[in-house]
Each structure stands twice: as structure tokens, then as C-alpha cells.
């Protein structure tokens, strides 16, 4: 068998939504795995047990058609991210965790602004630019690639599509809910959801990604509490945002989370403490994070983005961007107290690092609209010396002029 | 399976007839938007019932909503969003400010766009100051893309419009459709409706 056929039987999956396909655990190698750092099972990709199988299935092939079909697509989507510099990041950083297995894995960066990673059967990873916005350093986004690898590792793909295949061929399924997820019209995550639903996986196999992924991130010298860390900042978001979390993509195909995140959190602890890598993962993404925040301003969870941009200043108070995010939330919220909030912290910007130009028009909006007429003008004047181009020059020309 | 025959052709028959419910024509003449705005296409178009879409408070096609759409809301009190949701839907959705910046007018459009109609990636092509129903109001025109990547029918759009505040209420006027072809093919129609619309003033806000 191929390299690509057994690696797609080997299966894929999802931390949530986009992913896939989930597996049973298969081991016809008859071989023991080996002992790890801690004295219990080496999960290093070769000694994964998952991948020793050489069941096939004809079968199979109408679903990979499919997948093989959107990775296709994904090659050509305008949301593929071709930042050179950040791609290379992300490909070394698979590569890290999935150990030999990484040339099976191929990491795609979607521009889509909401937390998600997706791992296919066929080897394709999706990873979603909302992520990487809510990871601030290396340890939290490879806790969440080391899960996904941790499904495609085990192969838990194969029993749950089996099952659902009873009803109708899996090449039609994808189809259909693909098709329907790219209706132009319709809401994205509601489609997405629907996928996730169909495609999520049992307690036992997310507790197994669980188990591999945070191992990994020992394995590789990364601080295994970034696991749980992320649920706590997820939780968070949806608790700031006053949503029900069963409307959250990611807590609608991963169930019991505050149990899970504390099982990570005890497991963490018993693991060696690793580096968090922040400075390394905030140069290693910089080029993209003006479109990073920009898109999660775009989406209006103002407080949701108050409280990303928050924790982009715990690790660097002086970070311009996050600032201007916080202050350009508060003032589009505009909720009482806001304008205040608003005007504390895109002044702070004005003398951060690397603040975007629009973080000087924002301020003079609001001073503007509070009639302080010469202060607005001279950051208006400002705005347009560091972005003579701005698609927005004439209105802002008249608003000085006027 | 004769029981499941009869069902599937009712089925069908239903979803026919009700297919033919859910537009009416719209010919070209002043048409009123929720008793606050009259707008006066130059040509037949195609108005979708609220059984199609209760979002905005008229959306209105030539070759359907998939191909080209203008959208129109009038008359949005601050502290609403632009279309009508229910729910946790309604909660993730931006809202409209009594004296919001024209600039932040754009920003309100495309968060909506991408709130209700799985649309990212916008870039701007224009933003400009300009005069529509004698009010000071913002044009804008950008490029965005809709479906999911990795999906056959990811597309990439096109939108032009205009908005402005008139009597502390929002005014939004957007036509987006497919960037290749039918944007351009009915850039003139959409121009036309804009420059038709005046203020009527009084009566209760359209859908808000």
C-alpha cells in the first residue's frame, strides 16, 4: 500500500468542526509500544499503534475522492493564507509534533476568524486564522495541532464514518454538506456546525487525542499546560460574549470541556514543564496579525475582542495592535463607559509599537463626536500621513475640511 | 414505496407553488420602504418575500439572490442591527449608533455581511463622501468573498452602496452580486436605484 492510501485509512479529524472523519484505534502490528519519558507509553509516531494497520477498504475511495477534491479547492480558495514566512512556522511546527509522520501532514492556514483546526483523512490540515489569534504563544497552538494529530495518529475515523455510511455513501454526505456549508448565502458556522455534529467524535476518542497531543507538546519541550489553558480562554469567550455555548462550534462536538480541561490540567502536571515559546510565536506570525485582529473586529463580538486583545498585552503591554483592537472594540460597542475605555487605550496606541494608522483616524473619530474639533483634526492629518492612501481619504479630507 | 411516491410529489408540488409565492414582480416605478423611503428602479426586478428572506427589509434580484442582490434597510433605530434576527443569532449580530461616523457605516455593512451571510476577506475599493436623498451620506464599494474554502461554490462578490443617518436612523442601500459578470452587468441598475431615493419621512421604521 501507498504512503497516501495508508495514511488516509490511518484517518483523520477535527478539534471541532471542519475536520472529519474520526477512527477506531487499530492495531494489527502485534507490536507493544515502548516506554515514554514518564514511564508510560512512548506516543512518538512510530511507536503509535494506529499506524501500524494494513486494513483497506475499497470502499474507501469515494470518500477520499471527495477529500482529495476539497484539498484541491483549498489550493485555490481565496482564504488560503500564502504568507511564505508564516506557513514555513506552521509546517515546521507539524512537522515537530507529528515526528516521522510528517510528511503525511500537510497544514493549510485558512482566513477564517474563529477557533478551529481540522485534521482530514487524506492528511490535509486545516488550520483557521481565528486560532492563531487566539493562541499567544507556541505551547497553546501546538495544543491543539498535537490533538488533531492525536485523532489522524489513532485513526479515529474509520468506525464513526462506517456507522453514519450505513445510510448513505460517504462520498454523498461530504458532498452534500460541503455544498451546503459553501452556500453563499448561508451562514458559515451554522453549515459548519452541522458538519462538526455529523462528524464529531466519541469521549473516548477525544480523551485519546487529548492524551497524544499533550504528550507531544512534552515531548517536543513545550509547557503541557497550554492545553487546558486554552479551554479556560475559550470558556471565557463564550462566557464574555453571554452566549450559550452550545451555539459555539467548538463546545458543540466537544462536550464535558471544564471536565477535560481539568483531566489536562492534573495530566499536565505530571508531565515535565516546557517553554511557552511567545516571543518566538509572535514574530513567527506577525505579518498576518493586522488581519488577524481586524477580522475578529470585523465579526462585532466586541467583547470577545476585548478580551483576545487583553491577553496579547499580558504577554506585551507595549503590543500597538492589541491595544487598537481593545480601544477600537470598546468604541464600536459604544456601550456606557465605553467612549472612556475607548479613548484610554487608543491613546495608550498611539505610543505602543507597531499601531496600524487607523488607531489614530478611530481616536479622532471620537473626538469628533465630542466636539473637540482641533484634536480630531490633527490626528485626522495624521491618519492620512501615515496612510496617504487610504481607501477612506476623501471622506476623512471633508471631516477635516468641514 | 407507492406511499413514498405520493409523498415526494407532494412534497415537490408544495415546494413548486410555494417557489412561485416567494417573488413578485417589481416593476419601475416609486416603490415605498417601510412608509420612510421611496426608491425608483429604472428596470423589472424581482422582490423576495419574507418566506425567502426576513432579514432585510427588502431584498431585491434580477437573476437571483445566489447571482445578485440589492438589499435595502431603512430606517434603523440606534442600537439595532441592520436585519432582523432571533435569539443567540441576534446577540453576535453589530448595531447601529445614533451618530456613528460615516466611515464606521462601512464597518457596520461588512460585519453584518459577515455575520449573516458567511462573507470575509473584504477589500476596499472605495470610500467616499456623497449626497444621497439630501442627506450627507457614505458610497462605498469593496470586494469580498462567501462560502466555505475547500467548497465547490466558494465565489467571489462584489458590493457597492450607500449609507447614511437621517432623524438619528440608519439608511443602508447594497447591491452586491458575483464579481464576474453580474456585478458589473447591473452596476448601472443599482447606481440608478440609489440616486432615486428620497426620504418620505413619518410612519413606522421597515424591519429593524
Given at each position: ?7 488516509f485509512?490511518?484517518?483523520g ?44 477498504d ?20 481565496r ?19 507529528a515526528g ?5 501532514i500537510?497544514p493549510?492556514l ?21 486560532l ?17 494529530i ?17 445510510m ?9 454538506i ?8 448561508a ?13 464529531s ?26 492545553a ?8 471565557a ?6 452566549i ?15 471536565e ?26 506577525a ?15 466586541h ?10 498585552l499580558?504577554a ?18 459604544a ?13 495608550a ?26 484634536e480630531?483634526n490633527t ?24 | ?5 405520493r ?6 408540488a ?30 423589472t426586478w ?20 445566489l447571482?445578485n ?35 464606521d ?5 461588512q ?12 477589500v476596499?475599493?472605495s ?13 462605498f464599494?469593496?470586494?469580498y ?62 424591519k429593524?
Amino acid at each position: 500500500m501507498n504512503l497516501a492510501r495508508r495514511a488516509f485509512l490511518a484517518g483523520g479529524c477535527a478539534f471541532c468542526a471542519l475536520g472529519t472523519v474520526a477512527c477506531t484505534p487499530v492495531d494489527n502490528s502485534g507490536q507493544r509500544p515502548t516506554t515514554g519519558i514518564d514511564g508510560r507509553t512512548d506516543l512518538s509516531a512510530r511507536n503509535l499503534p494506529g499506524m501500524r494497520t494494513g486494513a483497506t477498504d475499497d470502499d474507501d475511495d469515494g470518500l477520499r475522492g471527495s477529500v482529495d477534491k476539497i484539498e484541491r479547492q483549498i489550493k485555490t480558495s481565496r482564504s488560503l493564507v500564502r504568507d511564505p514566512a508564516v506557513n514555513a512556522y506552521l509546517k515546521d511546527l507539524v512537522g515537530r509534533l507529528a515526528g516521522d509522520y510528517a510528511p503525511d501532514i500537510r497544514p493549510y492556514l485558512l482566513r477564517v476568524p474563529d477557533f478551529n483546526a481540522g485534521q482530514y483523512p487524506n492528511g490535509m490540515m486545516q488550520i483557521w486564522s481565528g486560532l492563531l489569534l487566539r493562541c499567544t504563544d507556541e505551547a497553546q497552538l501546538a495544543a491543539v495541532l498535537g490533538h488533531e494529530i492525536g485523532h489522524y495518529l489513532r485513526a479515529h475515523s474509520r468506525e464513526q464514518l462506517r456507522s453514519r455510511r450505513q445510510m448513505v455513501d460517504a462520498s454523498q454526505i461530504l458532498a452534500m454538506i460541503f455544498g451546503a456549508a459553501g452556500a453563499p448565502q448561508a451562514a458559515d458556522l451554522t453549515s459548519l456546525m452541522l458538519t462538526a455534529a455529523f462528524f464529531s467524535y466519541g469521549r473516548d476518542q477525544e480523551r485519546e487525542a487529548d492524551e497524544i497531543g499533550i504528550r507531544r507538546l512534552a515531548e517536543i519541550g513545550l509547557d503541557p499546560l497550554a492545553a487546558s489553558g486554552n479551554w479556560d480562554n475559550i470558556l471565557a469567550e463564550i462566557k464574555a460574549l453571554g452566549i450559550d455555548p452550545s451555539s459555539s462550534v467548538v463546545f458543540a462536538t466537544h462536550p464535558d470541556s471544564a471536565e477535560r480541561a481539568s483531566t489536562l490540567r492534573a495530566r499536565a502536571r505530571e508531565l515535565p514543564a516546557g517553554a511557552r515559546h511567545a516571543q518566538e510565536y509572535a514574530r513567527a506570525i506577525a505579518a498576518i496579525r493586522p488581519f488577524l485582529f481586524d477580522d475578529q473586529i470585523r465579526k462585532g463580538q466586541h467583547a470577545a475582542t476585548i478580551l483576545i486583545a487583553g491577553r496579547w498585552l499580558e504577554a506585551n503591554p507595549n503590543d500597538g495592535l492589541a491595544r487598537y483592537a481593545k480601544g477600537e472594540s470598546y468604541r464600536l460597542r459604544a456601550k456606557d463607559g465605553d467612549e472612556e475605555a475607548a479613548i484610554e487605550a487608543l491613546a495608550a496606541a498611539l505610543e505602543a509599537d507597531g499601531t496600524p494608522p487607523t488607531a489614530w483616524r478611530s481616536l479622532g473619530s471620537i473626538r469628533r463626536k465630542r466636539g473637540e474639533t482641533a484634536e480630531a483634526n490633527t490626528l485626522f492629518r495624521e491618519y492620512l500621513r501615515r496612510q496617504p492612501n487610504a481607501p477612506d481619504r476623501d471622506l476623512i479630507r471633508r471631516s477635516i475640511t468641514s | 414505496m407507492r406511499k413514498m411516491f405520493r409523498t415526494l410529489t407532494i412534497a415537490i408540488a408544495v415546494l413548486t407553488l410555494s417557489g412561485c409565492a416567494a417573488y413578485s414582480a417589481l416593476e419601475p416605478k416609486s416603490t415605498d420602504v417601510g412608509q420612510r423611503l421611496a426608491l425608483t428602479p429604472d428596470r423589472t426586478w424581482s422582490r423576495a418575500s419574507a418566506q425567502v428572506q426576513s432579514d432585510w427589509a427588502e431584498v431585491w434580484t434580477i437573476d437571483g439572490p445566489l447571482l445578485n442582490s440589492f438589499r435595502v434597510a431603512a430606517g434603523i433605530e440606534s442600537g439595532k442591527p441592520l436585519v432582523a434576527r432571533r435569539g443567540e443569532a441576534a446577540k453576535a449580530l453589530p448595531v447601529f449608533r445614533k451618530g456613528m461616523a460615516l466611515e464606521d457605516m462601512v464597518d457596520l455593512v461588512q460585519s453584518t455581511l459577515a455575520n449573516t451571510a458567511g462573507a470575509k476577506d473584504f477589500v476596499p475599493i472605495s470610500v467616499r463622501p456623497e449626497k444621497v436623498a439630501g442627506q450627507d451620506a457614505v458610497a462605498f464599494e469593496f470586494t469580498y468573498g462567501t462560502g466555505t474554502a475547500g467548497s465547490s461554490i466558494e465565489t467571489d462578490r462584489r458590493a457597492l452602496g450607500t449609507a447614511f443617518e437621517a432623524d438619528g436612523r440608519l439608511y443602508v442601500l447594497l447591491f452586491e452580486a458575483a464579481e464576474v459578470h453580474y456585478f458589473e452587468k447591473l452596476r448601472p441598475a443599482a447606481e440608478a436605484i440609489i440616486r432615486s431615493a428620497r426620504l418620505t419621512g413619518g410612519g413606522t421604521a421597515g424591519k429593524s
